[in-house]
C-alpha cells in the first residue's frame, strides 16, 4: 500500500492529469449527500473517470509488458476499451437499451473520427507531412468495415422488410455478435502471430514510461476497475437529466459526451504520439480502439445482456447512427489509404465529426 | 461418338468431380417415375449441374483456344457464365421472377465474396503474401460497381418516389439494360484489344489441359447446354418444394444454394489458380464472372423476358440484395486495390458472405 | 470602349464560340416582344449565356493573372462559378426553390461525371496512357466526398426520424453552411498557401492566352454579371415551360440542361486541356469545380435566402438527388485514385452519368 501511494505520487508527478484523481472521493461524498444534484453528480464524474481511465490503461499495458508480446497484446486488445465496456455495462445492467447503443455507435465514431482527425491536425501543425505504415491502419480500417457492414445489415433488412419480426433481429442479433467476435480473434491471430513482420512500426510503444511491477499493475487493475464500475453507476444515473440542464438531446449526450469521456486517456496517448511524429503509433490507437468497439465490445454486451440484462440487447441500431458508422468507416478508409498526412486530413476528418456532432445537438428529441 | 466416350474416359480420370456425370441419368429416371419427391430431385440435379458446368467450361475454353485470341476472349466473356444463363432462362420461363433476380444478385454476391474470399483463404494458407497485378481486378471491379450503381437506381427512386409507376421502372430496366451490355462490350474492347498489354499477367491459362478438337469442342458445347436445360427444369421445380423440406428460405436458396451451384465449375478452376499462386487468374475468374453476369446475363435476360417470358422483367431488386450487391463491389474494390494478399484477407471476404448468408437463412418468410 | 471592340474582335477571332454573343440582344429583343414564345426565349437565353460564360471566365483569369498568385487564386476560387451563381440566385429571387436545389446538385453531379469522363475519354483517344498529379484530385475528391456528407445527413436524419421538424433542418442546414464554408476557405489555405508545392502539376495554366489589362477585365467582369443575370432571368422563366414542350421532365431540365449551360465555359477548358494531355489542368476544373459549388455556392444561396429569398432555402435534397451525388464523388474519388487513365475509365464515368440521365428522363413528373 505504501509503495502504491509512492508510485501514485511519481504517477501523479509525470501525468498531471492525474490530479483529477481527487474527484474520485468527491463524487462519492457528493452522491451521498446530495443525491438529487444531477448536474453536479455528471460533471463530478465525468472528472472522476478521465484519471481512472488513464491509470486502467497504464496498468494494462503494465501487465501486457511483463507477460511477453503475445499475451500483452491479447491483454491490450480485451482489456484496451475496458472504460467503455464497464460504462456501458453499468448502462446494460439498468436497462439503458438506447444509451448503450448510442455509446457504443458513439465511441466508433468518437475513435475513428475525432480522435483520428486531432492526431492528423496536431501532428500536422507541427510536421508539414508526415508518413506511416500503412500495414496497420489497412487492417483496422478492414475490420471496422466488416463491421459496419454486420450493424448495417439488421437495420436494413428490418426496415426492407417489415415482416421482420423482432425474433428475428434477436437471432440474427446473436449470430453476428459470434462472428464478429471470432473475426476479431482472427486479425489479432494475424497481426501479432503469422504476419506480425507487416506491423512493425506499428507496435504500442512505451513512450519512455516505466512499466509498473507485475503484482501492482493487477492490483490496480482489479481496484480501479471497481472504482470505474461504481462512478460510471453515479454517472449513467445524472447523466440524462444533466444532459436536459445543459439542453443537449439525449443522442448527443450518449453519443458524443459518453464516448469522449469514455476515451479520454486513449486520446491523451494518441495525441502526444502525433505530436512525437509517431503517426503509427497514434493511427493504430484511434482505429484500433474503434475496431475492438465494434467487433469485441459490442458483441460481448449483446451476449452478456443474456445473463445479466433485465432483457436481450439486439444490434439493431437507430439508421442515422448506422449512416455515421458507415462514414467514418469510409472516411477512415479513404483518409489511410495513402499513408500520408497533413494539416488538412485532419480539419476533413474533423469537419465530418464536426457535422454529425451538430446534427446530434439540433435533432428534436424523440417522443 | 466412341472418340468421344475415349476423351470422357481420359477427362475422368484426370477430374474425379465427373465421376458426378452419372447423377445426369439418374435424375432423368427419377424425374419420370418419383414425380413428387421434390428432395431427391433437388439433389440429384444439383449433383448432376456440377459436372455438366465443368465439360461445358471446358468445351468453351477449348473452343476459344482454337480460334484465337480475340474471337476466344469473346466466346470465353459470352459463354462463360452459360450454365447460370440457363438456369435463369429456365426460370424465366417458368415466370419465376423473385427466383430469376434471387439468382443474379446471389451469383453476382457469391463470386465476388465467396469465390474470391476462398481463392484468397486458400492462397494464404499456402503462401504468406500473394502479389497479383491489379489492372484486370480493377476493371472488373469498376465495372462491377458501374452494374450495382445501374442496380440502385430503380429500387432508390421507386422507393423515394411513390409516383413512379411500373411503366417508369420498366422503360428504365431496358435502357439500363442496353447501356450496361453496350459497356460490357467496350470493357472487352478495352481488356482484349486496345490495352490488353495492361492485362498480361491475368490470361486464362490452360493450366495444361490439353483443348478438345474443334468438332468434339462444338459439339460438346451443344449437347451439354441441351442437357443443363433438361436438367435444370428439373432443378428449377423442385428447388422451392426442397428448400421447404430443409428449413430453408426462398431467399436463401436463391441466393446461396442455386448461386453456388450455377458456379461450381469456376470455383474448382479459381480455387486451383489459388494453390498454384497464380491469384491473377483466381481473381480474374472471380471478378471476371460476377461482373459477366451483372453486365450481361441480368440485362440480356431483361431483353429475352420480352420474347419468351411471360410477362416483361425488370431490374427492379428487393432492397436488401442491393444492398448487399452494393457491398460486395465495394468490398472487391477495396480488398483489391493493393495487389497484395493474405490469408487474413480471405477471412475478411468470407466473413461478410458468412453475414449476408446468416442473414438471409434467418430471415422470415414473406407474406 | 474602342478598345473594348477592337479586343473583342481579337477573341472571337480565336474562340468561334464568342460568335454565340450576337444572341445576347437576340435573346433581349425575343423578350420584349414574343413574351410567350417560351421554347424560342429558352432555346436564346442558353445560346446567349454559353459566350457570356466564356467571357465571364476569361476576365475572372485575367483578373487573376494581374492580382499574383494567392489573391488570384482566391477570385478564381470564389468566382470560377459565377455564372451558376448568378442563374441560381435568379431562381433563388423568384422562389423556385426546387429548380435551386436541381441545379446545384446537377451542377455537381455534371461536373464530376460528365466533364470529368470526357476529359478522360477525349484524352484517351487521343494517348494511350496518361498519368497526372494525384494530390489535386484527391485533395477536391475529398472535399467533396465532405460535402455530400453534409448534403446526406439532414436528408437520412430527416427520413428516419419524422420527429424531426423543418425547424430542424432549417438551423441544421445554416449550420452546415457555415462548416462547408470554413472548410472551403481551409482548403484553399492548403494548396495556396501551407503545400502549394504538392499540387504544382495542377496549377491553372493560362493555355497561352494573352490575359487582358486589369481596367478591362474588371469593367467586363462588372459588366458581363449583369448581362448574366439580365439573361437568367429570361432562362428561369422560360425553363420549366420548355421543357415541357420538349416532353422532358422538371428533374431533368434542372439536373442536367442547366447543369451543362452554367459549366458550358469551363467544360472547353477542360476538354482543350485533355487533348493537350494535361489532365493535371482538366481533373482540377471538373473536381475543383464540383466542390466549389457544393462548398462555396450552396452554403451562400443558404445564407442569401435570409436576405434576398420569400423565404429561407435548406438543405435538404430529394433522396434520390442525395445518392446521385454520393455515387458522384464515390466514383471520381475511386476513379482518380489511380493517378493513371485510358479512355475507357472515360467510358465507365460516362456510363454512370447516362445511367442518371436516363433516370431523369424517365422519371415520371410527381404531383
Same mark, same amino acid.
Given at each position: ?50 484519471? =481512472?481511465? $488513464?491509470? *486502467?490503461?497504464?496498468? /494494462? @499495458?503494465? %501487465?501486457? !509488458?511483463? &507477460?511477453?508480446?503475445?499475451? +500483452?497484446?491479447? =491483454?491490450? $486488445?480485451? *482489456?484496451?476499451?475496458? /472504460? @467503455?465496456? %464497464?460504462? !456501458?455495462? &453499468?448502462?446494460?445492467?439498468? +436497462? ?12 466508433? %465514431? ?258
Amino acid at each position: 500500500m505504501a509503495s502504491f501511494v509512492q508510485l501514485l505520487r511519481n504517477e501523479i508527478r509525470h501525468k498531471p492529469l492525474l490530479w483529477l484523481l481527487v474527484f474520485v472521493p468527491a463524487v462519492f461524498v457528493a452522491a451521498k449527500f446530495r443525491h438529487e444534484a444531477h448536474t453536479l453528480l455528471f460533471v463530478l464524474s465525468v472528472l472522476a473517470i478521465v484519471p =481512472l481511465a $488513464a491509470l *486502467l490503461s497504464h496498468a /494494462t @499495458e503494465s %501487465v501486457a !509488458a511483463k &507477460t511477453g508480446d503475445a499475451v +500483452g497484446g491479447l =491483454l491490450n $486488445a480485451t *482489456l484496451g476499451n475496458l /472504460t @467503455e465496456l %464497464v460504462i !456501458a455495462l &453499468t448502462a446494460l445492467r439498468a +436497462g439503458e437499451y438506447m444509451l448503450v447503443k448510442a455509446s457504443l455507435a458513439g465511441a466508433i %465514431v468518437t475513435n475513428t473520427l475525432f480522435m483520428l482527425g486531432t492526431c492528423f491536425l496536431l501532428g500536422g501543425l507541427k510536421y508539414h507531412v508526415q508518413e506511416y505504415n500503412r500495414a496497420g491502419a489497412r487492417l483496422q480500417a478492414g475490420l471496422l468495415f466488416l463491421a459496419t457492414v454486420a450493424l448495417l445489415v439488421p437495420s436494413a433488412v428490418a426496415q426492407a422488410d417489415s415482416a421482420a419480426s423482432a425474433r428475428f433481429t434477436q437471432e440474427l442479433s446473436v449470430g453476428l455478435s459470434v462472428v464478429l467476435i471470432a473475426a476479431y480473434g482472427l486479425g489479432m491471430l494475424f497481426s501479432l502471430k503469422t504476419h506480425r513482420e507487416l506491423f512493425a512500426g506499428a507496435e504500442h510503444g512505451e513512450d519512455g514510461e516505466v512499466p509498473w511491477p507485475m503484482g501492482l499493475a493487477l492490483a490496480t487493475l482489479a481496484g480501479v476497475t471497481v472504482l470505474v464500475a461504481l462512478v460510471s453507476e453515479i454517472f449513467v444515473e445524472s447523466v440524462q437529466k444533466a444532459a436536459e440542464t445543459f439542453g443537449m438531446t439525449p443522442a448527443f449526450v450518449g453519443f458524443i459526451v459518453v464516448a469522449l469521456v469514455g476515451g479520454a486517456a486513449e486520446m491523451a496517448s494518441a495525441f502526444s504520439g502525433a505530436r512525437k511524429n509517431r503517426l503509427d503509433l497514434s493511427v493504430g490507437i484511434a482505429l484500433g480502439s474503434a475496431s475492438q468497439i465494434a467487433l469485441f465490445v459490442a458483441p460481448v454486451l449483446v451476449l452478456l445482456s443474456y445473463v445479466i440484462g433485465p432483457s436481450p440487447m439486439d444490434l439493431q441500431f437507430w439508421p442515422g447512427a448506422v449512416v455515421m458508422m458507415l462514414v467514418a468507416a469510409l472516411t477512415a478508409s479513404l483518409v489511410t489509404n495513402s499513408g500520408r498526412s497533413a494539416w488538412f486530413v485532419g480539419v476533413l476528418v474533423l469537419t465530418v465529426y464536426l457535422i454529425f456532432a451538430m446534427t446530434l445537438y439540433l435533432l428534436p428529441p424523440r417522443g
